[in-house]
Each structure stands twice: as structure tokens, then as C-alpha cells.
């Protein structure tokens, strides 16, 4: 059993190589698109970045030729989204995209400026997990993004990385976690699987991307959205062919369960979800049991 340090560390040599292999642009200005409403919930998908996803990501149990009926000259479409949920007079941010992480500027901040929101205006910061093309939009230039925003993540999430910068700090990923948790201070506050951290948002348990990689269930006037994270990094590969996954998942058949829990409780409960790495025009849909996988359809 390899240890949870060996795991992170793992990880994130896989996360920086398949950045590489990953390729996000420069994208247009796109303002955010409204995605889903219910009772006092509205919630708008930001693309931070567009991308596409190579073939070479993705190892399972599927041979190259059926995987590749997935692709287009084995690449797919994919990006980098965060997600703006408005309830009862507050603002929640999912995911914060990649900042300056990557080469291309992440647009979040544009898309907020143009949707009318502040970064000041932000209560709460949900994070799904802390690879840098989720948490990269936290900090500008050493100072918070979100001067009056609590940031909530799940305390297993937030120990192994704090652990891994402890244990090893020549890691630079796990040090810029720290540092953002020093900066944040008081106001980072981490959560249990299973708890409700706000009316109407409860967190998931979908570890195995990362050791608290966290799925949220929204829900208002009787309906439900789930935003998933990273349970998807290929789509429609991973829909139709779940035990595929990207290099990127730290513990595979962790992630592998997570991602079928999920897709399980979507399509039985028909319940909207939402991904960070869906192509900006699905980032969201249902999810409806096809064959031994299930398949994916876009809604709005
Ligand atoms: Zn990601």
C-alpha cells in the first residue's frame, strides 16, 4: 500500500506532466451562462479556461482502439469552469480556476466584473480539492482574492496537503497551499463529509482524485444540482467507460467508486450535474444509465 505522501506526491508530478498533455488557451471574454435555478438558488457556470484533453491521459482497462472512439484525433474538448451560486442574498464560489497557474490567464475575475460581482461581494469559497487549476484563483499577488469570503474545504483535503508541506518542504504545490492557509487564517474553515455548510449545500464524500476531493448537492424549492469536481475529466470516455481514469486521479479505484456513486445516485434521483472540466456549452446535464456505463446530456 503505497503511503499517503508518496500518493500526493505522485499526484502531483502526474497533475504538472499532464498539464502538458492538457492543453488550456487563451480564452475570449464569455460571460458567465446561468445554468440552473430552484427556489431561492441561481447558479451561473464562469469558464476560467477552455481546453481539450488528450487520449494519452486516460489509462484503465480499455484497449487504445476502443478508447479512441471516444476521441477526435484523440483529443476531446474539455476546460476549466467555476461555478457562482447566489443564495439568499449570498455568494458562493465553487472552485476559483487556475489564476496565474498556467500560461494563459485564468478569465475568472473578467467573468465575475461582467456578471457584476465583486471579489469583495464573495461570502464563501466551496473548493471541490486544492490541485492549482481549482485554488490558482484564491491568491493575487500574495493577498486574498476574496478579502471577506470563508473558505470551506474538507479537513481531509486540507490535512494530507498540510501534512505533505510539513513532511517535505522542497514540494512547491503543497507549500503554495500552505501559504494560502496562512493567509487565509481564521477563515479557513474545514468541513466533514456529510455536513450541511450552508442552507441548502451539503458535501459529499467523492475521495479519490485527491484524499478529500468533495462533490457538493445544492438544493432549493425541492430539486437538486450536483457540481462534481473532477470526477470527469473525459467526456464521453468516462461516462461510457468508468473504470477509465486520467492520470490525474491520486488513488484510482477510490476515484473510480466515487465516480460511479455519483453517476449512480444522478441518473437514479435524475439529478442535474455540473463539472469543472466539462466543455464550457455542457457544463451541465443529466446523467441516464446506457449499457453497463451511462451517458451524459446536455441540458442547458
Ligand atoms: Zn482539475
Not at 442574498?89 to 476559483?96: E, I, N, R
Request: hydrophobic share 45%; glycine share 10%.
Amino acid at each position: 500500500m503505497p503511503s499517503l505522501h508518496t500518493l500526493l506526491s505522485r499526484g502531483i508530478v502526474a497533475f504538472l506532466a499532464c498539464a502538458l498533455i492538457a492543453s488550456f488557451a487563451s480564452a475570449q471574454e464569455v460571460p458567465g451562462r446561468e445554468i440552473w435555478k430552484a427556489g431561492d438558488m441561481a447558479v451561473t457556470a464562469i469558464q476560467d479556461l477552455p481546453g481539450e484533453m488528450a487520449i494519452s491521459l486516460f489509462k484503465g482497462p480499455a484497449s487504445e482502439q476502443e478508447k479512441s472512439k471516444y476521441f477526435t484525433d484523440g483529443k476531446d474538448e474539455a476546460g476549466i469552469n467555476a461555478f457562482l451560486l447566489r443564495t439568499g442574498g449570498k455568494v458562493v464560489l465553487f472552485d476559483t480556476g487556475t489564476g496565474s497557474a498556467f500560461k494563459s490567464p485564468g478569465k475568472l475575475f473578467g467573468t465575475l466584473a461582467s456578471l457584476s460581482v465583486k471579489p469583495e461581494e464573495v461570502d464563501f469559497v466551496l473548493l471541490t480539492h486544492m490541485h492549482p487549476d481549482h485554488i490558482g484563483g484564491l491568491l493575487r499577488e500574495g493577498n486574498r482574492a476574496f478579502p471577506n469570503a470563508k473558505l470551506m474545504v474538507s479537513k481531509p483535503e486540507l490535512d494530507s496537503w498540510l501534512a505533505l508541506a510539513a513532511r517535505d518542504i522542497s514540494n512547491a504545490p503543497a507549500g503554495q497551499i500552505k501559504d494560502m492557509a496562512d493567509i487565509y487564517g481564521a477563515d479557513v474553515l474545514p468541513f466533514a463529509f456529510g455536513d450541511t455548510l450552508l442552507p441548502g449545500v451539503t458535501a459529499l464524500d467523492a475521495s479519490g482524485h485527491t484524499p478529500g476531493h468533495t462533490v457538493y448537492r445544492l438544493t432549493a424549492g425541492g430539486k437538486s444540482l450536483l457540481i462534481v469536481g473532477d470526477i470527469i475529466h473525459g467526456m464521453p470516455l468516462q461516462f461510457a467507460l468508468p473504470d477509465e481514469c486520467a492520470t490525474y486521479d491520486m488513488d484510482p479505484p477510490q476515484a473510480i467508486a466515487a465516480r460511479k456513486r455519483i453517476f449512480d445516485l444522478a441518473a437514479q434521483k435524475a439529478i442535474p450535474i455540473a463539472g469543472v472540466h466539462f466543455p464550457f456549452a455542457n457544463a451541465v446535464g443529466m446523467v441516464r444509465k446506457d449499457g453497463k456505463g451511462w451517458k451524459f446530456e446536455r441540458m442547458k
